[in-house]
T-cell receptor, first 111, second 114 residues
């Protein structure tokens, strides 16, 4: 019954690999997000989708590509992983401009 | 450039006492402020919010105070309980931005000792 679920919870991979993180929400929300929490603990928005349409794309390398097959899903694909991509990635959803509901996070470690 | 600052990385209080978590912001366009609570290995969960048209919002043991002239807000937890031990994030959004434009602080780790 998890409202916002993301998989995997942990992801350990080598530099140069391509990986994906999946996110699904069952709250019926129109908007979904990807946030990154880096080593300095800041939570920063990466992308936002509203009804499958990209509405926010912060300064993120184009190795990161979000894909939203429907409004309940927002996946994050990362090409050519680098050491600096190691972080915790959080998926979130909201209804219009209301509070965010976060997933439990994916801890990505690039070796 | 940190637009939302939580200058205390940690805070320790005794059970039953008041916990006061502080947050400062620099962007005068922010008009909506939220507090999120995060337990280890979980995502942040919404706690309480306040609009810039108010200076106080209360929800049970949690009260948020906003001082717009000082660009400062605080979260009061009274009485503090051991289950309140978590990291608390302050967040803010610009006029018309709503949740789409939330800017978070670095968080303050609260420890409530029994």
């Amino acid at each position: 019954d998890t409202a916002v679920s993301q998989t995997p919870k942990y992801l350990v991979t080598q530099m140069g690999n391509d990986k994906s993180i999946k996110c699904e929400q069952n709250l019926g929300h129109d908007t979904m997000y990807w946030y990154k929490q880096d080593s300095k603990k800041f939570l920063k928005i990466m992308f936002s989708y509203n009804n499958k349409e990209l509405i926010i794309n912060e300064t993120v390398p184009n190795r990161f590509s979000p894909k939203s097959p429907d409004k309940a899903h927002l996946n994050l694909h990362i090409n050519s992983l680098e050491l600096g991509d190691s972080a915790v990635y959080f998926c979130a959803s909201s209804q219009r401009a209301e509070k965010l509901f976060f997933g439990s996070g994916t801890q990505l470690s690039v070796l | 450039d940190q637009q939302v600052k939580q200058n205390s990385p940690s805070l320790s209080v005794q059970e039953g006492r008041i916990s006061i978590l502080n947050c400062d912001y620099t962007n005068s366009m922010f008009d909506y402020f939220l507090w999120y609570k995060k337990y280890p290995a979980e995502g942040p969960t919404f706690l309480i919010s306040i609009s810039s048209i108010k200076d106080k919002n209360e929800d049970g043991r949690f009260t948020v105070f906003l001082n717009k002239s000082a660009k400062h807000l605080s979260l009061h937890i009274v009485p503090s309980q051991p289950g309140d031990s978590a990291v608390y994030f302050c967040a803010a959004s610009e006029k018309g931005g709503g949740s789409e434009k939330l800017v978070f602080g670095k968080g303050t780790k609260l420890t409530v000792n029994p």
